[in-house]
């Protein structure tokens, strides 16, 4: 039986569901396991709510950190790209900044998905990378016309200027 945001979230539109969440906050928790399940038709629209619900950094979703970087592997693009900008918008620990590029490297790799999931996917490993610059080389490397041939030319001007800002914050670090 569907639960009454699960009901929501596939009868409403974006403003309604907000309104509900903010007005049944003891569903938050709901929301969260319904972004981190694999139950299409609901998970990926719990995912894009979420997103639109939470705050930076949301106590309410450091505990579930894990488990989302852990679905990243297995859920489907769309659902895929919610998930990467939910934790956009999280603080990560050195522990799970580690798992999150590995995994966004291996979603940057193929190159028949999205570009706009690729692009998320590559967001991540720029920022983890000007955080520890001796992955610099390796992003670099991963901006190599094999990988970027397949995307539209917003997204190939956008993995450009992150590259060159990540050159820019090493060359800094170097002269210091």
């Given at each position: 039986m569907e639960s009454g945001l699960e009901h929501i979230l596939t009868n409403s539109y974006k403003a309604g569901m907000i309104s509900y969440i903010k007005s049944?906050?003891?569903?938050?928790?709901?929301?969260?396991?319904?972004?981190?399940?694999?139950?299409?038709?609901?998970s990926w629209r719990a995912a894009w709510l979420l997103w639109s619900c939470m705050e930076k950094n949301?106590?309410?979703?450091?505990?579930?950190?894990?488990?989302?970087?852990?679905?990243?592997?297995?859920r489907k693009d769309n659902?895929?790209?919610?998930?990467?900008?939910?934790?956009?918008?999280?603080?990560?620990?050195?522990e799970y900044e580690?798992?999150?590029?590995d995994v966004c490297v291996n979603v940057w790799k193929e190159i028949g998905k999205k570009p706009s999931i690729r692009h998320k996917a590559f967001t991540h490993i720029v920022k983890i990378g000007k955080?520890?610059?001796?992955?610099?080389?390796?992003?670099?490397f991963l901006a190599q016309p094999n990988y970027t041939t397949s995307l539209s030319g917003g997204v190939k001007r956008c993995v450009n200027k992150m590259v060159e800002s990540l050159k820019q914050n090493r060359m800094k670090e170097i002269s210091k």
């Amino acid at each position: 039986m569907e639960s009454g945001l699960e009901h929501i979230l596939t009868n409403s539109y974006k403003a309604g569901m907000i309104s509900y969440i903010k007005s049944h906050p003891e569903d938050f928790d709901e929301l969260i396991k319904l972004a981190l399940a694999d139950k299409q038709k609901y998970s990926w629209r719990a995912a894009w709510l979420l997103w639109s619900c939470m705050e930076k950094n949301d106590a309410r979703i450091l505990p579930y950190v894990k488990g989302f970087i852990d679905a990243l592997e297995s859920r489907k693009d769309n659902q895929l790209r919610e998930l990467l900008m939910i934790l956009e918008r999280m603080e990560l620990s050195e522990e799970y900044e580690g798992r999150l590029f590995d995994v966004c490297v291996n979603v940057w790799k193929e190159i028949g998905k999205k570009p706009s999931i690729r692009h998320k996917a590559f967001t991540h490993i720029v920022k983890i990378g000007k955080k520890y610059s001796d992955l610099t080389n390796e992003i670099i490397f991963l901006a190599q016309p094999n990988y970027t041939t397949s995307l539209s030319g917003g997204v190939k001007r956008c993995v450009n200027k992150m590259v060159e800002s990540l050159k820019q914050n090493r060359m800094k670090e170097i002269s210091k």
